[in-house]
């Protein structure tokens, strides 16, 4: 593995249905991102991790939910995915530091919800 | 509220230099970032600007004014790999990134 991978590619899923969008980095970076991006809007942040152990909520957090039980990992689960979240999702790390902290993105997940 | 401004597509020729504008109004700023994004791709990183100015990096140059709130993404000598959506964000004062919409750059032979 080198950067971050994400899986599945991509997926079609029935609303109602509990999905899990995985995320690995072998970066050691400490922060790890979850974003999804929509046509016409800029990437919106759904829930962060600045270190293994913790999470925080971003700008769309609700239906979402998150787990950080080790570095690498950072899965995104939609408890019961409804329409309104058909989207783009991208995971991405970041070292953590307070200077440039450069965030790098995995290849995403396209995901579709009938 | 925070709003990151960026035109929505720019077209410009092969082998020509493009200038991509990025307004900004946040709480707080803790840099700005430039991203490129093939269709289909993740976001890859570009520049970083902290300080007013300009930096320079190959063919690609990005410049920052924060008095006025601005940044631009230059881009010379045009190649047709550089049609992609061009992403503008900057860290605000909770250290997370806002994201412009993106501008879809169009490169014409």
């Given at each position: 593995?080198?950067?971050?991978?994400?899986?599945?590619?991509?997926?079609?899923?029935?609303?109602?249905?509990?999905?899990?969008?995985?995320?690995?980095?072998?970066?050691r970076h400490n922060a790890m991102y979850w974003y999804r991006q929509d046509l016409g809007l800029g990437l919106r942040l759904i829930?962060?991790?600045?270190?293994?152990?913790?999470?925080?909520?971003?700008?769309?957090?609700?239906?979402?939910?998150?787990?950080?039980?080790?570095?690498?990992?950072?899965?995104?689960?939609?408890a019961s995915a409804v329409p309104s979240q058909t989207s783009v999702y991208f995971c991405a790390s970041s070292d953590g530091g307070?200077?440039?902290?450069?965030?790098?993105?995995?290849?995403?997940?396209?995901?579709?919800?009938? | 509220?925070?709003?990151?401004?960026?035109?929505?597509?720019?077209?410009?020729?092969?082998?020509?230099?493009?200038?991509?504008?990025?307004?900004?109004?946040?709480?707080?700023?803790?840099?700005?970032?430039?991203?490129?994004?093939?269709?289909?791709?993740?976001?890859?990183?570009?520049?970083?600007?902290?300080?007013?100015?300009?930096?320079?990096?190959?063919?690609?140059?990005?410049?920052?004014?924060?008095?006025?709130?601005?940044?631009?993404?230059?881009?010379?000598?045009?190649?047709?790999?550089?049609?992609?959506?061009?992403?503008c964000a900057v860290r605000d004062s909770n250290y997370q990134l806002i994201w412009g919409a993106g501008t879809k750059l169009i490169?014409?032979?």
């Amino acid at each position: 593995i080198a950067g971050i991978t994400q899986a599945p590619t991509s997926q079609i899923l029935a609303a109602g249905r509990r999905m899990t969008l995985r995320c690995t980095q072998d970066m050691r970076h400490n922060a790890m991102y979850w974003y999804r991006q929509d046509l016409g809007l800029g990437l919106r942040l759904i829930h962060y991790s600045n270190t293994a152990g913790t999470t925080g909520k971003g700008e769309v957090p609700d239906g979402y939910s998150v787990s950080r039980a080790n570095t690498d990992d950072f899965p995104l689960t939609l408890a019961s995915a409804v329409p309104s979240q058909t989207s783009v999702y991208f995971c991405a790390s970041s070292d953590g530091g307070r200077a440039t902290d450069t965030q790098y993105f995995g290849p995403g997940t396209r995901l579709t919800v009938l | 509220g925070q709003n990151i401004d960026q035109p929505t597509e720019m077209t410009a020729t092969e082998g020509a230099i493009v200038q991509i504008n990025c307004t900004y109004q946040t709480s707080g700023f803790n840099g700005l970032f430039w991203y490129q994004q093939h269709a289909g791709e993740a976001p890859t990183f570009l520049s970083y600007n902290v300080l007013d100015g300009l930096e320079e990096k190959g063919r690609f140059s990005s410049f920052l004014s924060r008095s006025k709130g601005y940044s631009y993404l230059l881009l010379k000598e045009l190649q047709m790999k550089d049609s992609a959506s061009y992403l503008c964000a900057v860290r605000d004062s909770n250290y997370q990134l806002i994201w412009g919409a993106g501008t879809k750059l169009i490169i014409k032979p």
